[in-house]
């Protein structure tokens, strides 16, 4: 099951949905270019999805990336793909580090990972 919290900005309903479920950034984002760093870290923001999921025991999803910003801008998330386990209780968030040479803005309601049901791909959307 699926909760979207009041800061949600993608384009979820709420009712019953197959297959893959975007992740959309809650807020405005930028994360700055590698090069513009002065240590060696590399730079990552977290970000906020307000959405809250429910799995059944021993069900698991995935986290997976998106190649459009990896491709284009060098953006990609870090440890993917994440994985979401029966016991994760907060809101979705995912993690993304700019390997690119310019500084990236996630914009609000941006797809920054998609979310991936193991076995059954069916989920229940409440708001």
Do not use: H
Not at 40 to 52: G, Q, S, Y
Not at 59 to 83: C, H, K, N, R, S
Not at 84 to 97: F, G, Q, S
Request: glycine fraction near 10%; hydrophobic fraction near 45%; charge should be positive.
């Amino acid at each position: 099951m699926l909760k979207l919290g009041p800061n949600y900005s993608g384009s979820l309903k709420e009712g019953e949905i197959r297959g893959v479920v975007p992740l959309c950034s809650v807020k405005e984002v930028v994360i700055p270019a590698f090069c513009e760093c002065a240590t060696l870290n590399i730079p990552r923001r977290i970000i906020k999805t307000d959405i809250f999921v429910k799995l059944e025991e021993g069900e698991i999803a995935w986290i997976t990336p998106v190649y459009g910003i990896a491709a284009g801008f060098g953006v990609t998330m870090m440890a993917a793909p994440g994985l979401v386990t029966w016991e994760t209780r907060n809101d979705l968030r995912v993690v993304l580090a700019n390997y690119g040479l310019r500084s990236y803005l996630v914009k609000r309601g941006e797809v920054v990972g998609y979310l991936t049901k193991m076995g059954e791909q069916r989920w229940n959307i409440t708001l």
